[in-house]
């Protein structure tokens, strides 16, 4: 531990300590809504949902080994529209989804474009040499994220309704800019996206698990991702810097779990709830 401090730093290990502690265990209701969807009637396809659901996140973990560049970018994109369609209170038609590319946006961009030289360093751990690539992505991104910021900013002027969710962007915006990149990331991460999903999700499900079900089983798959991360992070470190080895872990873990994660929740659960969140 004391040499994780010594090399990271207190407040970046504290901020991916809440990543993996608390921001992760979200996507463990991920069983829960394959059980609401019907992917959990019988043991079959259960095994298939947690096959699928693991190969899914495997496949990421070997292209971002194989091409880190080009998948970080995805990552990051794919992290806009899930943290946007999260976010969005407009349930449907063009506005949510200026709304999610606007609130999505300010998260990735807003941290990525606040913090430039640190986020750098630990863009250069994440694809293990020149992140540039990555950043003429997020200055294109950051055009378009402006302009869905304006049009929102427009949108709020003019219907009450919009207001506070657009006041919500802007304050994330100035909380971006004054904290670290990692702890305004768990920030977020921790105290808004997942606190958000796992409401959602206990709404939706509440009536048809009994609580210890729906808890007992996101432990079970919280556990079997802190195993897995656990033995990544050891053998990441028996070759490379502490602090490489935790960064990459962590946001390539995140990446891993976030492709099946997004496509059963943007993809499937949202559809069915109506576009609820």
């Known amino acids: ?7 990271f730093g207190l407040i970046n290990l504290f901020a991916l300590g ?31 949902f947690i096959t699928l659901y693991v190969a899914l996140a495997g496949l990421v973990v070997g292209l971002w080994l194989l091409f880190p560049v080009a998948v970080l970018i995805g990552f990051l994109g794919i992290s806009i529209i899930h943290f946007g369609l999260g976010d969005a209170r407009a349930k449907s038609g063009w506005f949510r ?10 998260v990735v961009a807003g941290i990525s474009q606040s913090h430039r030289l640190e986020v750098d360093v630990i863009f250069g751990y994440l694809v293990g040499g020149d992140a540039a690539p990555v950043w003429m992505a997020i200055d294109i991104a950051s055009v378009i994220i402006a302009v869905t910021l304006a049009i929102y900013a427009w949108q709020a002027f003019w219907n ?25 990331f768990a920030l977020y991460f921790c105290c808004v ?45 028996s070759f490379m810097a502490v602090e490489s080895a935790l960064l990459r872990v962590v946001f390539i873990g995140l990446a891993a ?9 943007d993809g499937f659960f949202r559809a069915n709830a109506g576009n609820s969140r």
């Open 160 to 184: 009450a309704r919009w207001r506070l969710g657009f006041l919500e962007a802007g304050l994330l915006i100035l909380v971006f800019a004054v904290v670290p990149p990692l702890f305004g």
């Open 18 to 48: 809440g990543v993996v502690l608390i921001g992760l265990p979200h996507g463990a209701f991920d069983g829960a809504i394959a059980a609401c969807l019907g992917q959990a009637d019988r043991p079959i396809t259960l095994i298939r």
């Open 257 to 265: 779990l976030t492709v099946p994660h997004m496509i059963l929740v």
């Open 97 to 106: 989804y200026v709304q999610a590319v606007a609130h999505g946006g300010v």
């Open 1 to 7: 531990m004391d040499v994780l401090i010594a090399s």
């Open 193 to 237: 996206h997942s606190a958000r999903h796992i409401w959602s999700v206990w709404t939706a499900v509440k009536f048809e698990f009994p609580s210890h079900m729906l808890f007992g089983g996101a432990m079970v798959f919280t556990l079997a991702s802190w195993g897995a991360g656990a033995a990544a992070f050891w053998w990441c470190a």
